[in-house]
């Protein structure tokens, strides 16, 4: 892990855009950024272009918390996003905010 990140299990929901031979897959989150995964043969070629969630090991960039890297570890067909699904995001994202990551991550471990 970099200095400047943090890591930890999580959930991340999106569109698989690309299965590649060298076991990565690219996912367009619901935010419609995309991130390059890596997974040891759990994606097969079913999941091409439906809408997933997948559990896994996560890196964050502590400055901009920007998802760095992603290890597969399970994957789920999940249908098409719902309406509500994006309204609870809207809602979500405005409840909780970090202005500061240093501070939160350093509350977090007690610091």
């Known amino acids: 892990m970099k200095e400047d990140s943090i890591s930890g299990e999580t959930d991340i929901y999106g569109r698989v855009e690309e299965i590649s031979s060298d076991q990565q897959t690219l996912i367009k989150l619901v935010s419609g950024e995309k991130i390059r995964c890596h997974h040891n043969g759990k994606v097969k070629a079913e999941f091409l272009y439906k809408e997933v969630g997948v559990s896994g090991s996560a890196e964050w960039n502590t400055e901009d918390l920007r998802l760095e890297s992603f290890m597969i570890e399970d994957i789920w067909e999940i ?3 719902p309406k509500e699904f994006q309204g609870l995001r809207k809602i979500l994202s ?3 905010r970090i202005e500061d990551v240093d ?3 350093r509350d977090i471990r007690g610091e």
């Open 103 to 105: 501070r939160y991550v």
């Open 94 to 96: 405005n409840v909780f």
């Open 79 to 81: 249908g098409d996003f």
